[in-house]
């Protein structure tokens, strides 16, 4: 399995867990549990910086991966 589509499966996971602890937080506001809804929400905010983290990973990568090919092509020239 590639680095980028490795990458693309943990971003989908972490999106559906999002979904999951969205639905759980809703229900306990809605049952008024907040300790519980408080703790949904923290795990949502992380979840969400994971995501933005895996995206700037893939960013990184893409553009590492740009780099070689160019030097591949001043290699070839040269």
Known sequence: MGILTSLNNEIWKEKACIEDLTKEFVMHVQENRFE?????????????????????QKQLYSIAVKFEREARRYAEKV
């Open 36 to 56: 519980l809804a408080a703790t949904k929400h923290q795990d949502i905010h992380k979840s969400i910086k994971r995501v933005q983290h895996l995206h700037r």
